[in-house]
T-cell receptor, first 113, second 111 residues
Framework: KAGVTQTPRYLIKTRGQQVTLSCSPISGHRSVSWYQQTPGQGLQFLFEYFSETQRNKGNFPGRFSGRQFSNSRSEMNVSTLELGDSALYLC????????????FGPGTRLTVL | LAKTTQPISMDSYEGQEVNITCSHNNIATNDYITWYQQFPSQGPRFIIQGYKTKVTNEVASLFIPADRKSSTLSLPRVSLSDTAVYYCLVGLWSNDYKLSFGAGTTVTVRA
């Protein structure tokens, strides 16, 4: 089985712009979760989607949003980018949910200038 | 404040056992405790998961006391390739439910 893939792997944006990141889960997995990883804050949970519905949400502002399609692929969008949004964004898929074994992708490295 | 805490770093030598404890006072009643390993430039990788008492697999053991307010990951006979950052992940209940990773424990194994 192919693993979790994320595109793009690297991205450079400027403040005020918006960005969309994509995640393709392992075939058959219905749960996709997104995490932000920074040296200062570590791994922080953004949200989880299961069968196209947002099931859990972390403590991030409304500028961070996501969606999941019928094929379980997921996108995450960040609007009005700030310097502090520079981070590694990780996507993970699971066949049951974020509280089960998750399989992580390699991440998208976002740099905001 | 609901929080997951673990030591920042631990040093060990090849062949020793490494034990990492994670504290999670506000763990949600029905949630599992999961541990992940992360190498530089990679996403985290699942190690082990448990709900209570003891769980063992081919790479690690997980010890969970009856009150479930902490958990201990045990890595037997570590090797140089076990040098990595180890994270615990639990669901916490305070005013609402939140998934929470610990800050990560950097384990350095020396020859």
């Amino acid at each position: 089985k192919a693993g979790v893939t994320q595109t793009p792997r690297y991205l450079i944006k400027t403040r005020g712009q918006q960005v969309t990141l994509s995640c393709s889960p392992i075939s058959g997995h219905r749960s996709v979760s997104w995490y932000q990883q920074t040296p200062g804050q570590g791994l922080q949970f953004l949200f989880e989607y299961f069968s196209e519905t947002q099931r859990n949400k972390g403590n991030f502002p409304g500028r961070f949003s996501g969606r999941q399609f019928s094929n379980s692929r997921s996108e995450m969008n960040v609007s009005t980018l700030e310097l502090g949004d520079s981070a590694l964004y990780l996507c993970a898929s699971s066949d049951g949910g974020a509280y089960n074994e998750q399989f992580f992708g390699p991440g998208t490295r976002l740099t905001v200038l | 404040l609901a929080k997951t805490t673990q030591p920042i770093s631990m040093d060990s030598y090849e062949g020793q056992e490494v034990n990492i404890t994670c504290s999670h006072n506000n763990i949600a009643t029905n949630d599992y405790i999961t541990w992940y390993q992360q190498f530089p430039s990679q996403g985290p990788r699942f190690i082990i998961q448990g709900y209570k008492t003891k769980v063992t697999n081919e790479v690690a053991s997980l010890f969970i006391p009856a009150d479930r307010k902490s958990s201990t990951l045990s890595l037997p006979r570590v090797s140089l390739s076990d040098t990595a950052v180890y994270y615990c992940l639990v669901g916490l209940w305070s005013n609402d439910y939140k998934l929470s990773f610990g800050a990560g424990t950097t384990v350095t194994v020396r020859a």
